[in-house]
């Protein structure tokens, strides 16, 4: 059974530094596209960062520069690093997977195939 777990939310001051945790269960994370996302208020999920099964990274625009999307095979986990936060990230953020990549990386959530439950990041200024 897939299961995608997320780990790591919390409140923080404008500034400051957050790590994200996502463990799979189901499947290899290394044989898989694997993303976040991110849901503000009343907004449409919007793609923050993925990687495909080669290793190649893709971010969004806002966090460029500012988070870095990482995994570890031994185990079996995504992680966000999210650096210099900002008010306008605050959203509750999700881990996903699917078998392939869209082609550029492009993150589409009706693509990915497998979600976690999500997890709350606020951050205060």
């Known amino acids: 059974q897939v299961q995608l777990t997320e780990s790591g939310g919390g409140a923080v001051q404008a500034g400051g530094s957050l790590s994200l945790s996502c463990k799979a269960s189901?499947?290899?994370?290394?044989?898989?596209?694997m993303a976040w996302f991110r849901r503000f208020p009343g907004k449409a999920l919007e793609g923050v960062a993925v990687?495909?099964?080669?290793?190649?990274?893709n971010y969004a625009p806002a966090v460029k520069g500012r988070f870095t999307i990482s995994k570890d095979n031994s185990k079996n986990s995504a992680y966000l690093h999210m650096n210099n936060l900002r008010p306008e990230d605050t959203a509750r953020y999700y881990c996903a997977a699917s078998r392939w990549c869209l082609p550029g990386l492009i993150m589409d959530a009706a693509a990915m195939e497998y979600w976690g439950n999500g997890t709350l990041v606020t951050v205060t200024s």
């Open positions: 189901g499947f290899t994370v290394s044989e898989r596209c």
């Open positions: 990687f495909n099964e080669q290793g190649t990274l």
